[in-house]
């Protein structure tokens, strides 16, 4: 059994395994942080400027229940206007997704630029034996 735990331990210490872990941690925040954005910013506008519509009421009536005593039942409904919300969702958790990439890969080329150039290669034998040749030369 100990066995076991040891091999868990290091499946999970694993840097990938971590780094993953984390990612997910700030993907759940940033996520929550871009539905706020769009239900709270983004979607009141659009809805005013379509005619007050909140995308989130938008529904079809298919129908209404009618209870075994006669009465009316709520109305079973299509809710359409919540799968309008979460493709916006959708569509600017993906633009703000490929924004950040973009950037990060854009910091990334400039840190290989900035990286010194290759050293030159050292001079081969014979380029070596021709300098001394040359410095001797100018001596005599």
């Given at each position: 059994m100990s066995k076991f735990f040891n091999e868990f331990k290091e499946f999970a210490m694993r840097g990938n395994v971590i780094d993953m872990a984390v990612g997910v941690i700030v993907g759940g925040a940033f996520g929550k942080i871009v539905t706020s954005l769009v239900n709270d910013i983004i979607m009141p506008p659009l809805g005013f400027a379509l005619g007050r519509v909140d995308f989130t009421d938008l529904s079809i009536k298919l129908g209404e229940k009618l209870a075994e005593?006669?009465?009316?039942?709520?109305?079973?409904?299509?809710?359409y206007g919540n799968f309008i919300q979460e493709v916006v969702n959708f569509l600017i958790i993906a633009f703000c997704i490929f924004l950040a990439i973009k950037g990060i890969n854009s910091l990334s080329k400039?840190?290989?630029e900035v990286k010194?150039?290759?050293?030159?290669?050292?001079?081969?034998k014979?380029?070596?034996?021709?300098?001394?040749?040359?410095?001797l030369l100018k001596n005599k």
């Open positions: 005593d006669g009465k009316t039942m709520e109305a079973v409904t299509l809710n400039k840190k290989e010194e150039e290759p050293a030159a290669p050292a001079p081969t014979e380029e070596t034996l021709l300098t001394e040749i040359r410095d």
